[in-house]
């Protein structure tokens, strides 16, 4: 971890020994700071306590560090070179994760490792990411609502993804698209589930196949709604 040395009034801003700081205690921001990773120091004195955290705008591709925040519920991350590569640790407290306009390019496995690390997330952003399509980088309607269902799916607790509430609609629709019988349909026959959590498969990949499987499915059963 990194000996980075920050400004005073950043570590006065969550020391709970500085006096007039009761609003402030729990609260961290190291927005704006070109950090790599978040610095030993606080981690070392501040990670028992801390429940929001926001790391935006910096270089962080690492946040294994993120350990050692037991009571962290919510996590800004914004504007960070992120990957699918770079996966949470446990934080079962977890309950608001802003990751907009990082790196992410592929969902699998990366979504499915975040879902047994942050299961109980009801605020989830991801938009801004090549592996979240949108009409702002290409994307189509039907690529950004399958992304959306299938990223519904994931998380049962989910109430907002991106910049929309989630709709009870969307869920139950989430769950009929992406059961396990459909969902295994998607990868190659004999191959199972196991090929889309243990191998990184492009987006484009499987909407191509989800477009060609749900063509054969009767007009009456869609209700793909948004």
């Known amino acids: ?3 980075t040395l920050l400004p005073p009034d950043i570590i006065a801003s969550v020391d709970p ?3 007039n700081n009761e609003e402030d205690t729990g609260r ?3 927005a704006y700071e070109r950090l790599y990773e978040i ?4 981690v070392e004195r501040f990670s028992d306590h801390i429940k929001y955290l926001d790391i935006s705008h910096n270089k962080i591709t690492n ?3 993120l350990v050692y925040f037991k009571n962290l519920t919510s996590l800004i991350a914004d504007d960070n070179p992120i990957t699918e590569n770079c996966h949470l640790p446990p934080l079962p407290k977890l309950e608001l994760l802003w990751l ?4 992410v390019a592929s969902l699998y496995p990366w979504v499915g490792k975040l879902k047994e690390s942050c299961p109980n997330l009801q605020y989830l952003s991801l ?3 090549p592996a979240a399509p949108s009409y702002f980088n290409g994307g189509t309607f039907y690529e950004y609502l399958q992304y959306r269902l299938f990223v519904i799916s994931q ?3 989910l109430n907002h993804l991106d910049d929309r509430r989630v709709t009870e609609d969307q869920r139950l629709e989430a769950q009929r698209l992406y059961k396990r019988p459909f969902f295994e349909r998607i990868v190659k026959p004999g191959a199972g589930i196991a090929q889309l959590v243990n191998t990184s498969v492009t987006w484009n990949a499987v909407q191509t196949k989800l477009a060609v499987l749900m063509g054969k499915d009767k007009p009456g059963n869609r209700n793909l709604l948004i």
Do not use: Q, W, Y
């Not at 610095?39 to 606080?42: A, L, S, Y």
């Not at 907009?100 to 790196?103: A, I, V, Y």
């Open 63 to 65: 946040l294994d560090a």
């Open 155 to 157: 998380f049962p607790s």
């Open 17 to 19: 020994t500085v006096e």
């Open 1 to 3: 971890m990194s000996e």
């Open 100 to 103: 907009n306009r990082c790196k």
């Open 28 to 30: 961290l921001t190291l």
């Open 127 to 129: 938009m801004g990411n």
């Open 39 to 42: 610095p030993k120091t606080i």
